[in-house]
């Protein structure tokens, strides 16, 4: 399986994402990812995620391959100039590791290492013509390659960001420069991500729908307030409020969302973050 | 304007630790427009370190002077004998280096060059150019995506940007205010046009304008 085969095959995709440690003891990813195996077409593997130092995102994908598993090789541009990113893509395809999500990335302030240098050479529509040069057979000099890789790119996209003119024009820019599918920001607003649908219906790309399973009313109400893009409607905080099992009702929240759009999208992106055990339970409650 | 901003007093302190007698200097243009290097300032510092100096039962004398321009050599040539064994500069980063390059000792600097920028009101700066060495405003509506977006990308906002806000949440986010301003300007094509990534060759290979000798630019 992979997002390539789903979408060739006309399934609704489901991808999930894990991190890598910190530190060489992969076992608990492996076991995650072996958790998930069969369950989800692809794997997206974070690179440095919120700017939180890992172990490298090539080599957790190799890892993840090497077990039979389909890894989406996220790339940020924060820690690498455009010599790095080229060589880590065209050293992740010589491994079968096309499928990639090219992102801008956190910046280091916000991390964990605050006073690193923040290298933002490129950003993600520079990333996205970055790796269609490579595609066609050469790099950002002019170089011919021996060997080019055969990369199907995907990017990121907030439907409820604020301003949101700005944002579609990124989008626009994103699908120039070659973006086949987008995972969005978490949405929780059914008819609102129907209304982005029906705008981004107009290109020809994939877009997943980015979901976090909201575990607690408290959870909703922190990520209105600190994640850039994430509405959390109050009818589900409410929801969560008043459950005796919020956990099963974010679930059941996620598992409704799914099918709600489920005509309307071309597949979901679950953001786990560290509650890749509900992935299954939502997939279950989607009907999936 | 060159932006600048006084060092803690014991980080100088630290730095003038093993010396006798030392002149602080003020610069009287940029630094002293910032309210760190005129003669008011540098007549303050030297009180503060004075005190802070006898408080930890040190002997350093220290005296003050004010030049005119510390990045220009005429200016420094006005500098008389004190007998003082280090200089400590409230000029910016090029003042230090040129008062180090023309004099025979140790020179420190007392402040920390931050930007260049503009007034935005009664001692309040904003940096709105980093001496990128290819200039881009011309694209971004007149602001600065190198200086004022913490990434310095030239496709924005990225996905940090919440409400207007950076993501860094000390600052409005560069690029909403740059697609703002360029939808007011009617230069829509710049919202969508894809920037090409910057060459920042220009800034590497540019180390000395000489307008006798111009050269080619690339
Ligand atoms: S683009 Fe470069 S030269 Fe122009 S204002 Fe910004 S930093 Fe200064
Ligand atoms: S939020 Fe805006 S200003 Fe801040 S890093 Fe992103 S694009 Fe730059």
């Not at chain 1, 509650?275 to 999936?288: N, S, Y």
């Not at chain 2, 995506?145 to 996905?159: A, E, F, L, Q, S």
Request: charged residues 25%; contains cysteine; aromatic residues 6%.
């Amino acid at each position: 399986m992979s997002l390539r085969a789903a979408f060739a095959e006309g399934r609704f995709a489901v991808s999930s994402e894990v991190g890598p440690p910190t530190g060489t003891d992969v076992s608990e990813m492996l076991e995650t990812a072996d958790m998930l195996h069969g369950r989800v077409d692809a794997l997206n593997v974070t690179d440095n995620q919120a700017a939180v130092m890992r172990l490298s995102t090539i080599a957790a994908c190799i890892h993840l391959k090497q077990h039979g598993h389909d890894p989406v090789f996220q790339v940020t541009c924060r820690d690498r100039n455009r010599l790095g990113l080229q060589s880590d893509l065209l050293g992740a395809a010589s491994f079968g590791i096309t499928e990639v999500l090219a992102l801008t990335g956190d910046h280091v302030v916000v991390g964990d290492h605050p006073e690193a240098a923040a290298v933002f050479d490129l950003e993600s529509v520079q990333l996205l013509d970055t790796v269609a040069t490579l595609a066609d057979g050469s790099d950002l000099a002019g170089n011919e390659l021996t060997g080019s890789p055969e990369f199907f790119v995907g990017a990121v996209v907030t439907p409820d960001a604020n301003p949101i003119r700005p944002q579609l024009a990124k989008f626009e820019k994103k699908v120039r420069s070659g973006a086949r599918f987008f995972q969005t920001q978490a949405v929780y607003d059914a008819e609102s991500f129907l209304r982005f649908m029906e705008y981004a219906r107009q290109f020809d790309v994939r877009v997943l729908a980015g979901l976090v399973v909201p575990r607690s009313a408290r959870m909703a109400r922190f990520m209105n307030k600190n994640i850039p893009g994430i509405t959390v409607p109050n009818a589900i905080i409410e929801e969560l409020d008043a459950s005796e099992d919020p956990v099963q009702t974010g679930v059941d929240v996620t598992g409704r969302f799914i099918r709600e759009v489920r005509e309307h999208c071309d597949g979901v992106h679950i953001m786990a973050i560290g509650a890749e055990h509900l992935v299954p339970r939502v997939l279950d409650a989607a009907g999936l | 304007m060159i932006v600048v901003r006084q060092k803690p007093i014991d980080d100088i302190l630290e730095m003038v630790a093993r010396h006798k007698r030392v002149l602080i200097l003020g610069c009287n243009t940029c630094s002293a427009v910032a309210l760190a290097g005129g003669e008011k300032e540098v007549e303050t510092l030297a009180e503060l370190l004075r005190l802070a100096t006898s408080r930890k039962g040190a002997s350093i004398e220290f005296e003050g002077a004010v030049l005119q321009r510390q990045c220009e050599p005429e200016f420094i040539e006005e500098l008389e004998e004190g007998g003082f064994d280090a200089f400590l500069s409230l000029g910016c980063g090029a003042g230090v280096a040129l008062l180090s390059e023309k004099e025979d000792i140790p020179v420190y600097p007392g402040i920390d060059t931050l930007f260049i920028g503009a007034s935005k009101g009664l001692a309040n700066w904003q940096a709105e150019c980093s001496a990128c060495g290819e200039c881009v405003l011309g694209e971004t509506a007149g602001i600065c995506p190198v200086t004022r977006c913490p990434k310095g990308i030239m496709n924005g906002p990225c996905g940090g940007v919440s409400d207007g806000q950076c993501e860094l949440g000390d600052r409005d986010c560069a690029w909403v205010q740059i697609h703002e301003r360029l939808e007011e300007l009617g230069q829509d094509e710049c919202i969508t046009e894809t920037h090409e990534p910057r060459d920042h060759s220009t800034k590497t290979l540019v180390r000395e304008w000489d307008m006798s000798e111009p050269g080619e630019r690339k």
